[in-house]
């Protein structure tokens, strides 16, 4: 019975627009309403609002300035939709609340249809907007923020206040112009601040407020922002609206998009209610309508913006979050990849003792007698082992280093002497035959701060590649002198340069710049040894140069 009904086709098949919805509620935080009753709560409250803001804030002929029921709707709409027959029922049960309201608060029959019809228009339109235009009704992001509030609040709107405008004038006289733009203004901010926030409103949102610090920041921030703005937009007629918005930044940065949509709220409420009644900073300038437009505007351009200042910062802490899981997995896969050269490296060291040890014997004649061709085969089998064993020391570098394995002795350390150290055991490498190697000294006091041993190890390196890769300039430079507050060696061929593209990759491990064919050996993972080592000691290694003019090697350590 049960496999039955979840394989009928009367129940899996759905229209793409109900797919769509199904896809958006699945994909969404789950909404603070109640989904089953959603409906039928939703036009309570419209019918409730709807007596509320034609009892106690008409401004222009019927039209009011402060209009909440219209964001409460759309907001529960686009977080509740299963589908077009859901939306069929919402849309009517919103429509009975809105007839019934206008009702209540004594419309006729002719303005009560007429209102119904543009309010479902205007609800309907900003649903569609916002499916349209910011699917995924995401406010945390710069990006979604605007594109609800342009299409769901500034744009759906628009149609309605039309209607509504052209039906007064020619029901009652009214100004068109007047009650199409207080119809506008009202609606537009009952979409951009209830609206918003009822999308903000999730469980995922209130559970970062559990904790009783966090509740109580929020209460303490959201009740300065009602204190002062009751006492700028209710108690007194002063021009300092500007002053609540050094607290809408602070509840911005604390409380994200939540906490400064519930503050719009209440400025919204406060402003536009305090104009109407008289009150705030508008009183003594204008009158009536004017007023309570002045108020709409201050909240419209002066404090919704601070919306997208929350949306900035939401974007911000994802992006941050992601980074550093990014960073955390970026570190175990090094791990593991460190773990797994230290394996291969070892793995490789024994048999490659054996062969070498082999080798030598079979070309030392100790295996028995051998011919010229048997004798260089030997010496090759011993030369190619030991490359292999060179590797496998490299590897065990690489994984040490990045591991954290390498432990660094840091002393007072005569950087001269490492220069001219380096340079006799760099002079008796074969590959530096015919070059001329000088160490150049600047100054007095080249003492660092560094572990000689790796330091050696570094400019060596360095040095080497000098000799290997610049070989056709005919002479290398290392030369040290003092910067501002360390010491500077350098390493200079005069070979055939690096391009800004090579440079680039040049520390990165086996990265060998295309010269993996070449006559010269390596395994392109010298650099990245050296760049490690230098980090430890608490330096900085680099490169200067440029095609046809040889290349300086650069490590900068700090001064005893």
């Known amino acids: 019975m ?3 009904r979840a394989l009928d ?3 899996t098949a759905q229209t793409p627009d109900a797919r769509a919805a199904t896809a958006r509620a699945a994909a969404s935080p789950q909404s603070v309403f109640g989904q089953p009753f959603a409906p039928v709560f939703t036009a309570m409250a419209v019918m409730i609002m709807v007596v509320l803001s034609l009892t106690f804030a008409r401004s222009a002929d019927a039209v009011a300035a402060l209009w909440g029921a219209g964001g409460v709707a759309v907001a529960v709409w686009l977080r509740t939709s299963r589908g077009p027959l859901y939306d069929l029922s919402f849309g009517a049960l919103v429509a009975l609340g809105i007839a019934a309201g206008n009702l209540l608060a004594g419309n006729s ?5 007429m209102f119904t019809v543009a309010n479902l228009l205007d609800i309907y339109l900003a649903v569609l907007l916002a499916r349209r235009f910011a699917p995924t009704l995401n406010l945390a992001t710069v990006e979604g923020a605007c594109r609800f509030l342009i299409s769901a609040a500034v744009i759906a709107p628009l149609p309605a206040a039309a209607l509504v405008g052209a039906s007064l004038w020619y ?9 199409a733009q207080t119809w506008w203004f009202g609606h537009a901010l009952s979409i951009a601040v209830i609206g918003s926030f009822g999308l903000a409103l999730t469980k995922r949102e209130l559970v970062k407020f559990r904790a009783p610090a966090r509740a109580a920041e929020a209460v303490v921030l959201l009740g300065l922002l009602t204190a002062s703005s009751a006492a700028i937009f209710v108690n007194q007629s002063l021009p300092i609206s500007f002053a609540t918005l050094p607290l809408l930044l602070l509840v ?4 994200r998009m939540l906490g400064v949509t519930a503050a719009l709220v209440i400025m919204t409420v406060l402003s536009v209610g305090g104009a109407m009644a008289g009150h705030g900073p508008y009183a003594h300038s204008f009158e009536g309508a004017d007023r309570a437009m002045m108020a709409q505007l201050l909240v419209l351009f002066g404090y919704l913006p601070i919306m997208l200042v929350a949306a900035l910062l939401e974007e911000r802490d994802r992006l941050s979050d992601r980074a550093r899981l990014g960073q955390v997995r970026a570190e175990r896969a090094s791990e593991t990849k460190s773990r797994l050269l230290a394996n291969v490296a070892h793995e490789i060291k024994s048999p ?3 062969i070498i040890g082999i080798g030598e014997l079979w070309k030392s004649g100790q295996l028995g007698a051998t011919t010229t061709t048997q004798t260089e085969m030997a010496d090759m089998l011993v030369k190619t082992a030991r490359q292999i064993e060179a590797l496998s020391h490299d590897l065990l570098d690489v994984a040490r280093a990045e591991s954290g394995a390498v432990k660094v002795e840091l002393r007072p350390t005569d950087v001269p002497g490492v220069l001219e150290d380096v340079r006799r055991s760099t002079a008796l490498r074969p590959e530096a035959a015919g070059i001329r190697l000088d160490v150049v000294s600047e100054g007095d006091g080249l003492i660092a701060i ?26 290398v430079t290392l030369r040290a002198f003092r910067i501002h507050d360390g010491v500077r060696i350098e390493v200079i061929d005069r070979g055939p340069g690096l391009t800004p593209e090579k440079q680039a990759q040049l520390f990165e491990p086996f990265n060998r710049l295309g010269l993996e064919r070449s006559a010269v050996e390596g395994h392109g993972i010298g650099l990245a040894i050296a760049r490690r080592l230098v980090e430890l000691q608490h330096g900085a290694i680099g490169v200067s140069s440029a095609p046809g003019e040889g290349a300086t090697f650069w490590v900068e350590l700090p001064a005893a």
């Open 2 to 4: 049960t496999m039955s």
């Open 9 to 11: 086709p009367r129940t």
């Open 109 to 113: 029959t002719p303005m009560t249809a």
């Open 171 to 179: 029901m009652n006289g009214a100004d068109f112009l007047e009650t």
């Open 252 to 255: 911005a940065v604390r409380l």
């Open 352 to 354: 490659v003792g054996g």
């Open 450 to 475: 560094a572990d000689s041993q790796r330091l050696s190890q570094v400019v060596a390196n360095l040095a080497s590649n000098a000799v290997k890769y610049g070989a056709e300039g005919g002479s």
